[in-house]
Structures are given as C-alpha cells and as structure tokens.
C-alpha cells in the first residue's frame, strides 16, 4: 500500500524486455536500460541517486492525494500493442474509464476532451486541435492518468491529468536506432541517445513517420483512398543537478505533420458549378468524389525551463513554459463546392506563455501546507477564406462562386492560485483540504473560488478507501473558438440555419469521488491488486465541442445543465517464476460504466440545425462521446529475453442520430484482439538487439467509430483494418 496516502491502481506489468523485475523504473537503476544495453559504470551511480532523489522530492511538492491515479510505466508499454511504436492515445486507452475517439481524441469519465497535461509535473498549454500526437510514447518513462476528486494544484482542465515523466541520461544511457514497419505503408525510423557528463545528464530522441492509413477511414473498406500522413517529431531532455537539493532542467519538443483528408468514393454532386459536366440522374455537377484533394498541415512546439530546489523542510519547483502551435486545412476549391457549397481555407495559430510555481513546507509531523501559482497567456490567430455560392431571395443558387474572407485576433489569459493543507490526523488518516481560486480573460471575464477536500483511510495495510469533493471551474478553450462573422454569410450556400451566436461560458460543475483498493500479497502464487471508484458530477454550461464543416478543427459549445456519473472497476495480477525463477506473468482488467447527459445549447448556436436545438432545448440528451461501457484485458509473459502478450480493448460504442432524436442510438460495440513477441539477443562484441513482431486486430474486425451522425460529428470514421508490424532496435 502506498505510504504517501495516494489511492494509486498500478497495473503490475512491470518488467523491462531483458526480463528484470523493477519497482519503479525512475527510482531504481534497471540491470537494462530500455534498448536492451547494459548499464553505464559505477561512477554514474551518484548522479543517479541524487536524481532518484530529486525525482522524489519534485514528487512530495503537489503530490495526487485522494485522486484516482493510474500509472503506466515502461514494463506495460513495451508489452502492450505495438509497444513504444504505438500512438500515445493508444497507450491511454488502455487505462479505465477511457473513450476512444476518432482523430486521435480520447473522453476520459464520460468528458469531452478537457484533459490537462503535464510533463514532469508542469502544464503544457493546449495545442490546436488535429491529428498530431505530440507527445510521443518512446520518450515516456511513465505515465499517471489522475481523475476523480483533484487536489487544489489542479485547475482549468480537470477531467483528467495526464501527467508523463521523461526518460534522462542517468537512468537511460547510451544510444539506440529502431526501425519499425508493415501495413499500410508504415514505415516509422527512430532514433535515442542518452548520457552523463559532469552535473549534467541529457537525453534526446527523434523519429519519422509516414503510413496510408494517418486519420480514419470514411468507408468499411481495408486501404482507404487519399490518407497518407508524414510526422516528423524530436524531443530533448537536459538536466544540470546543482547539488543534491537542487536542480535546473530544460525540456525541448517539436512537430512537423501533413495528412491527407481521405476520400469517401461515390458520392454526389449536391451543387452546380460552372464549366462543370451536369450529372442528368442528379442535375448536379459530377465530380469523382475519391479523387477529392484536401490536406491538413499541423506544426506544435513546446518548451519548458525549471528550477527545484530543497531548504530544510521546503520545498519548491518554479517553471516558464512555452508554446506555439498551428493548423492550416487546405480545401479541394471544386470538389468542396460541388458538394458542400462552400470551400474553406482555415488557418489557425497559437502562442502561449506562462509561469506555474508549486510549493511545500513540512511545518511538522501532522501538517503538510502547499500551495502555488500558475499564469498563462495564450495569443491566437485565425484567417478563413471561403468561396461559396450566392443565393438570391427566391432561393435561386447562382452557378458562379464568391470569395468571403474573415478572421480573428485574440489575446487572453488564465490565472490561477491555490492553497491547503496535508492533514494527517492520526497515522491512517489523511484529510487533505483547500481550495484555489481561477481567473480566466478571454471571450468573458469569469472566475471563480473552487474548495476542495479529499479524506484516505487506510484500514489496513493492504486496503485504502478515499472519498473526495472538488469545486471545477472549466474555461472553453480560446485556441478552438474561433467563430466565423455570420452576417457575411448571409445569402450565400453557408448561410447557417440558426443566426445565434453566443460565446462560450467556462463550466462551473460540483464533483464528489469515492473509491477502494485492496492488494492480496498472497493470491495463488503471485500478487493481486483490485480496486473500485465511483464519481458524480453535477454541471452549469458543460462544455463539449464538435467538427463542424469540412475542416477537421473542433468548436466547442455549451449546454446549460450537464451531468456525469460513472462507476470503474479495475485489477492485476503478477506472478514470478511459473517455469524459471526470473520469468514474470501479468495480467490485468479493467471495466467502466459511465453515462453523460447534456440540456439546451447555449453558445454558438449557428452551428446546429433548428429541429436539434429546439428538441435539445427541453429535453436531456446523451452527449456524443458518451459511451457507457468501456473496458481493456491483457496479459504477458517473459521468459529467457523473450516476451509475449495479447490484449483487447472493448469499447461499447460512441452515440449517433436515431429517428428524431439527437444522439439517441449507439453505434456497435467493437474489441478488437492484438498479439505480438518480442526477444533481446545478446551479441558478444558487438551490440545488443531487440525484435518484435506485431499483429493488430488478429480478427480483422471491421468497426465503426463514428457513423456521421450525432451533435457536433462531421463524418463517419472506421478503425483500423488488421495490420502486420515487425521491427529491430541496435542498441550502442
């Protein structure tokens, strides 16, 4: 049971591919590092312990007590599908309560996307929203997905942390190239160096990726048409330790992606262009719709500077964070026109900057106080070009297209401050109590003092029960809203059918939490740990956003009222030398049940058909990424260099339209099985080399994420076909 009073449900998949067990990979030094090479000599090992130390430190300054806290290390990845060569959204979804979505988006307990996510305990400010997946699973060391009842340090976006601690050279040195392949056209080369030198350690990696199949497939075929995508992404981690109470870090990430839009073939023309043959059974223009031409380009960099620093019984971390983020969605001008009557060129940027500073002071035994700041400035920009068709005042469309142009400027900002106190009141029971206050300054001026009180009972050494109540204060994201002047459109093809555009409102919502872990040390003759955690949440303006129009940027919006509940089940299970001594077998569950309703729309009401927004308005609806089951199962063995593993995902299925009611049906449920092995040789003389090969959806299923239909969802997308993936990775 963890001693720090943390509800933690860790599954125990915990050994590297060489086989070796590790409690925890950042604290204790691995007998492997992750390429398979040996480690760096004894003269590194104080460097590494005054880093075990800090790391440990920085954990103790705003640590997660009473929230629900899952951690994915190294040992899980490198054992679930496709490993470290996997998406970073793919490793998510295998954590409870987690909603797979289309565009790379996950919902987290029944929420629209309102993820924070943090690295090495500091916020990155949001990006635009696209197809990147920035954060890149290969240079992770671990992962916390943190829900539930929030300690006061976290604020504005609170229906998850995602809080990822880095890979650095005390405890991942020398270097490694992977090269990584199959189906669809993916080929995915990488590269790894890590190292000491003095006070200092540094770690960077970098890699390419290019397959035929970056963003859903609009039609149930096996290869969709038009959807090859290129990413190119580095990250570099520098650490300089001061001394053995105090350290300077600098964190460095950069992006550079192109997708193709891909094609939906067969479908007809709904506008009549000139210079265009007429189709005689439509009277429309004809235009190949598989040879429509669209593309998205998307950039994302980030930096983060920090300073930690230990004085007797306090303990700080100060950090400036930086941000520029950018989308440009290119149109096919007649192929959009043809059928959709208007053709859009959408070009959104982001610049953010911002300070967090989190503090502790151990007054004495029973009292722990902490508190904190964080500011952060976002400047957004946003230009649209959109050729459209005019409309007289009979209804009559012309034939010949016109050029509207709009844009946005904004610059805003979120404040945010916190304190409380780490009381524990007697040696099994924990009360830790506070409260922030949030100041947001963008399209409104809004803000709000939100208390929070998270009590841990630990009953018995092997068993915890907490319970929790947060205040949340939620702001839209200023880097999605950028709503387009509707009067210009007035006349035209792009005319919305609602002229209501009311700007968004941060959520106000009241959140109470309550679960149990109990770990059985003995069971069999492994470990088994279990756990349970039930939520409900009571919301004003819930926010939700959707894709609306052809480009694939999200809006968000408002419903007046909202509510969220869910319950979540969870549990794993180790066992050591089944054949030999030093082989390992894990396993582990998890199941969610949790349901998301919304009522009457109450911002940018443009975006949504009259007979949605009058039903809407008096009746209570599930939200569109509601979905009310959600599970995953997987298992691995090692033994003698090699690993195996299965897994599956369940996921029951996102909503859709049914009859005349929005979101009212659900899409079928899917659980796709992927398999895969791995095996480590050692080459004397030369270098270390790791294999796998991988097989995703062993069934082939055919799925559907999203059918087209449903509050805010532009088209339909399917999950990916099944796929063979083999790589190498040289260790040096």
């Known amino acids: 049971m963890n001693l720090n009073s943390k509800i933690i449900l860790t599954p125990l998949l915990i050994f590297t591919l060489s086989g070796t067990f590790t409690a925890k990979a950042q604290i204790v030094s691995p007998s492997m590092d992750s390429v398979g090479k040996p480690p760096a000599a004894t003269t590194q090992l104080d460097t590494i312990i005054v880093t075990s130390s800090l790391d440990a430190q920085r954990d103790e300054i705003a640590p997660e007590l009473g929230a629900t806290v899952y951690n994915i290390n190294q040992g899980q990845i490198q054992t679930q599908s496709q490993g470290d060569n996997a998406s970073f959204n793919q490793t998510l979804l295998r954590a409870p309560g987690v909603a797979e979505d289309s565009f790379g988006q996950l ?37 916390s997905i943190i829900t539930g009842a929030l300690p006061s340090q976290y604020g504005f976006h609170t229906a998850g942390i995602i809080d990822v601690h880095t890979k650095n050279g005390a405890f991942n040195p020398g270097g490694g190239f992977s090269l990584y392949g199959g189906s669809f056209d993916t080929i995915n080369p990488r590269f790894q160096y890590g190292g000491t030198s003095g006070k200092w350690n540094y770690y960077f990696t970098g890699s390419f990726l290019k397959n035929g199949q970056g963003i859903e497939n609009p039609v149930n075929s096996t290869n969709p048409i038009h959807d090859d995508s290129q990413r190119y992404s580095g990250f570099g981690y520098l650490e300089y330790v001061i001394d053995k109470t105090s350290r300077f870090s600098i964190i460095i990430s950069g992006e550079q992606a192109q997708h193709q839009i891909p094609n939906n073939p067969g479908q007809p023309g709904n506008f009549i262009l000139a210079g265009l043959p007429i189709d005689p059974s439509t009277g429309n223009s004809t235009f190949n719709s598989a040879n429509l031409n669209e593309n998205q380009n998307e950039q994302n960099y980030y930096a983060v500077e920090s300073y930690q620093k230990t004085v007797d019984a306090v303990s700080f971390q100060l950090s400036t964070f930086q941000r520029f983020s950018s989308v440009l969605f290119r149109p096919d001008q007649v192929g959009d026109l043809v059928f959709n009557g208007v053709a859009s060129r959408v070009n959104q940027s982001l610049f953010a900057n911002g300070l967090q500073g989190d503090a502790s002071w151990a007054i004495n035994d029973e009292h722990t106080l902490r508190g904190g700041i964080l500011v952060n400035i976002q400047s957004t920009q946003s230009t649209q070009d959109d050729h459209v068709f005019p409309v007289d005042g009979m209804g009559n469309i012309g034939t010949t297209p016109i050029d509207v142009q709009d844009g946005r400027n904004r610059v805003g900002a979120e404040y945010g401050f916190y304190l409380q106190d780490e009381w524990k009141v007697i040696p099994t029971v924990t009360i830790n109590y506070g409260g922030r206050f949030d100041v947001v300054d963008a399209y409104d001026h809004e803000n709000q003092l939100s208390p929070r009180l998270n009590v841990v009972w630990e009953t018995t050494p092997d068993t915890t029960l907490h319970a929790g109540y947060a205040r949340y204060f939620t702001p839209p994201p200023q880097q999605e809203d950028a709503p387009v002047n509707i009067t210009k459109f007035i006349g035209t093809t792009n005319e919305p059918e609602v002229l209501a555009q009311s700007s968004p409102k941060a959520e106000r919502a ?59 089940f969870t549990g794993n299970y180790q066992a050591k030398g089944i054949i030999d001594e030093k082989d390992v077998f894990n396993t582990y569950a998890n199941f969610a049940v949790s349901e998301a309703f919304g009522e009457n729309i109450t911002s940018n009401q443009y975006e949504f058909g009259a007979d949605d927004l009058a039903y809407i308005s008096s009746h209570y609806i599930y939200l569109d990424h509601n979905q009310t089951y959600s599970g995953s199962l997987g298992a691995s063995y090692s033994l003698w260099n090699s690993t195996i593993y299965a897994d599956i995902l369940y996921q029951d299925g996102l909503r859709r339209d049914i009859n005349s009611a929005p979101n009212g049906g659900r899409l079928p449920s899917y659980y796709p099985l992927n398999m895969g092995v791995s095996h480590l040789f050692h080459v004397p003389g030369f270098t270390d080399v790791s294999l796998r090969f991988d097989v995703v959806n062993v069934l082939d299923q055919a799925y559907e994420i999203r059918d087209g239909t449903g509050v805010g969802v532009g088209a339909p997308q399917w999950g990916s076909r099944r796929g063979y993936y083999g790589g190498v990775t040289l260790a040096f």
């Open 510 to 568: 009241d959140y109470f939490d309550i679960g149990a872990t109990h770990q059985f040390n003995n069971f069999g003759i492994g470990t088994l740990s279990i756990g349970v955690d039930a939520y409900y949440k009571q919301a004003k303006n819930q926010l939700d956003d959707g894709q609306f129009g052809a480009a694939v940027i999200l809006q968000p919006f408002n419903y007046e009222h909202g509510q969220v509940d869910g319950v979540e």
């Open 107 to 143: 919902h987290v307990r029944g929420e629209h996307a309102n993820l924070q996510y943090r690295i090495n305990d500091v916020l990155i400010p949001e990006g635009l929203t696209g197809f990147g997946q920035e954060l890149d699973t290969r240079f992770l060391s671990s992962v």
